[in-house]
T-cell receptor, first 114, second 115 residues
Framework: AQSVTQPDIHITVSEGASLELRCNYS??????LFWYVQSPGQGLQLLLK??????LVQGIKGFEAEFKRSQSSFNLRKPSVHWSDAAEYFC????????????FGKGTKLSVKP | GAVVSQHPSWVICKSGTSVKIECRSL??????MFWYRQFPKQSLMLMAT?????????EQGVEKDKFLINHASLTLSTLTVTSAHPEDSSFYIC???????????FGPGTRLLVL
């Protein structure tokens, strides 16, 4: 079955430290890949997306993600985390031109220590 | 990205009453909108796909007579929770599909509390 896995439920990093959030998908072809961020009580904001081309994509707020076909992964990274980055992060995919229907991972909650 | 609004942002109602939530696409015409439900500390669950001018497509297990969706214009979709019960209390989020980008943009969500 098609699925998205975010292995880490909760991650805590120190402010200024680097961050990597993991995302793996299960699908026969390359899906469209997205990372969204949700602050408490808010909707989702698009950080970045990958459809094709350069496998390293840059997003907003200093985030980037790298698509690795061999690992079916699309991990999110940030070189230096800020306290305002504390939020819930969702990886999502669109499989095979399904009219944009997103399949979400369960999310990773990021806490930032001062 | 696209700008999406939802109204109200939160609502408290009595059990048995109906509640209408609006989702508006503010800067482009959206043929397709989505409605999601999110329980605390969980991911989003797709409830239905709303297509302008036609009936919504509901996900398995979502009662279409309970959650009425109307997408009467290219900028507005509404979700009406009919005869609400406490178990309907949740965070409801809509999104619009920007088809040229194959990307969904989300509204800020509506928190519903049914007493």
């Amino acid at each position: 079955a098609q699925s998205v896995t975010q292995p880490d439920i909760h991650i805590t990093v120190s402010e200024g430290a680097s961050l990597e959030l993991r995302c793996n998908y299960s699908y026969g072809a390359t899906p469209y890949l997205f990372w969204y961020v949700q602050s408490p009580g808010q909707g989702l904001q698009l950080l970045l997306k990958y459809f094709s081309g350069d496998t390293l994509v840059q997003g907003i707020k200093g985030f980037e993600a790298e698509f690795k076909r061999s690992q079916s992964s699309f991990n999110l990274r940030k070189p230096s985390v800020h306290w305002s980055d504390a939020a819930e992060y969702f990886c999502a995919v669109v499989m095979g031109g399904s009219q944009g229907n997103l399949i979400f991972g369960k999310g990773t909650k990021l806490s930032v220590k001062p | 990205g696209a700008v999406v609004s939802q109204h109200p942002s939160w609502v408290i109602c009595k059990s048995g009453t109906s509640v209408k939530i609006e989702c508006r696409s503010l800067d482009f015409q959206a043929t397709t909108m989505f409605w999601y439900r999110q329980f605390p500390k969980q991911s989003l669950m797709l409830m239905a796909t709303s297509n302008e001018g036609s009936k919504a497509t509901y996900e398995q297990g979502v009662e279409k007579d309970k959650f009425l969706i109307n997408h009467a214009s290219l900028t507005l979709s509404t979700l009406t929770v009919t005869s609400a019960h406490p178990e309907d209390s949740s965070f409801y989020i809509c999104s619009v599909l920007y088809q040229h980008q194959e990307t969904q943009y989300f509204g800020p969500g509506t928190r519903l509390l049914v007493l």
